[in-house]
Structure formats: structure tokens, C-alpha cells
T-cell receptor, first 113, second 117 residues
Framework: EDKVVQSPLSLVVHEGDTVTLNCSYE??????LLWYKQEKKAPTFLFML????IEKKSGRLSSILDKKELSSILNITATQTGDSAIYLC?????????????FGTGTRLKVLA | GAVVSQHPSRVICKSGTSVKIECRSL??????MFWYRQFPKQSLMLMAT?????????EQGVEKDKFLINHASLTLSTLTVTSAHPEDSSFYIC?????????????FGQGTRLTVV
């Protein structure tokens, strides 16, 4: 069964710290891996990764995929209180006829002022 | 990014009644829409996938007669929770994808918090 696991489940840091969130997956063949940030309601898209070893960057956030290790990391540098959220990792398996995502457990990040 | 509108954002209903939740893609045509359920402090659990004009594909353990999904057009999907019970109280989120355009990622609605009393 396809599975996505994130670690840690929760994390508390202080403003200015750097955090690394992990996502590992057990999916035989996949099309893409995605990261989302969920604050109060709808998840918002952060990154889509399809190629191994290529870092994607947006401001203080960056992410990279390691297909050999079946994992991805999301880095946040110089964290701010506004980064407090649940970070969700999702994998899209290559399954004929469907384009669904399998979401991980999420990492709840709290950044203290 | 593209906009997905979900309505209502919050609903309280009596046990035994039905509730309809709408999900609309406002500025793109969604070839596929997804419905998720999220329990407090937990991740998104996929309930079903729907493609416009065809029957929804339900995930294992999701009762198709209880959670009716209709995807009548490329911009609208509805989820009807029939004969709702307190255990159906949850946060329901839809997402929409326009495959082949908009980088393929899914865009999410704002979610609907359903409380069954």
C-alpha cells in the first residue's frame, strides 16, 4: 500500500531558527511530490518536485527530492511566527486513470516569538 | 494561483438530515476534483476522486451511498452527506486540478466545517 510519512510530527522553535522537515514515501512509481502549508483552512501550494537532486527555492523556503532515498526535505531558514502551520507532503502515484495525491501525516510547526 | 471556492464554510445540521457542499473552480476548468476529510490534528484523508461527467471513484472504506458526489460540469463538484450523524462531523476540503495546465498542482477550497448535532 502506498504510504507517505512525515517527521517530526510536531516541532517548536524560536524565531530565527532554521528547521528541516522530512517526508519519506513508499510509492512504487510516482509522478510528483508536493509540499503544502496549511494554516487555518485550505492548504496552499509550496513546491512540486519531480526530479531528484534539484533544489526548488522560494524566499526562505527550499525543498529537494532524493529519489534514491525515497524522501524529500523542506527547509525553512530564519523562521518567523507566520511560518507556524501544518506542513503537508503529498505524493502523486502513477496510477492508471487517477491523479490523486496521497498525503502524509503532516508536521505541525510552531514558531515562538 | 488558481481559485477554488467551497461553500458553505461552516454548517450545523441535525442528525438524520442531508447536507450539500459545493466546490467550484473559478478561473479554470477542473478535469478532476477530489474530496478530503480532515480530523482534528490529522492529515487529509482522500475520500473520493471525481472526473467531470463520470462516476466518482471512492477510496476504500468510504460509503458511496452516504457521501454522494456529483461532478456535473468542469467547474462544479458537490458532496452530499446523506443522513448525517454526529460521527460525520469533520472538516471537508475539496481540491481541483486542471491536468495539463497550471503546472498540474491541485488547488484547494477553503474547507467546510460540518457539525452534526
Amino acid at each position: 500500500e502506498d504510504k507517505v510519512v512525515q517527521s517530526p510530527l510536531s516541532l517548536v522553535v524560536h524565531e530565527g531558527d532554521t528547521v528541516t522537515l522530512n517526508c519519506s514515501y513508499e510509492v512504487t512509481n510516482f509522478r510528483s511530490l508536493l509540499w503544502y502549508k496549511q494554516e487555518k483552512k485550505a492548504p496552499t501550494f509550496l513546491f512540486m518536485l519531480t526530479s531528484s537532486g534539484i533544489e526548488k527555492k522560494s524566499g526562505r523556503l527550499s525543498s529537494i527530492l532524493d529519489k534514491k532515498e525515497l524522501s524529500s526535505i523542506l527547509n525553512i531558514t530564519a523562521t518567523q511566527t507566520g511560518d507556524s502551520a501544518i506542513y503537508l507532503c503529498a505524493v502523486e502515484p502513477i496510477t492508471s486513470g487517477t491523479y490523486k495525491y496521497i498525503f502524509g501525516t503532516g508536521t505541525r510547526l510552531k514558531v515562538l516569538a | 494561483g488558481a481559485v477554488v471556492s467551497q461553500h458553505p464554510s461552516r454548517v450545523i445540521c441535525k442528525s438524520g438530515t442531508s447536507v450539500k457542499i459545493e466546490c467550484r473552480s473559478l478561473d479554470f476548468q477542473a478535469t478532476t476534483m477530489f474530496w478530503y476529510r480532515q480530523f482534528p490534528k490529522q492529515s487529509l484523508m482522500l475520500m473520493a476522486t471525481s472526473n467531470e461527467g463520470s462516476k466518482a471513484t471512492y477510496e476504500q472504506g468510504v460509503e458511496k451511498d452516504k457521501f454522494l458526489i456529483n461532478h456535473a460540469s468542469l467547474t462544479l463538484s458537490t458532496l452530499t452527506v446523506t443522513s448525517a450523524h454526529p460521527e460525520d462531523s469533520s472538516f471537508y476540503i475539496c481540491s481541483a486540478r486542471a491536468l495539463g495546465v497550471l503546472n498540474d498542482e491541485a488547488f484547494f477550497g477553503q474547507g467546510t466545517r460540518l457539525t452534526v448535532v
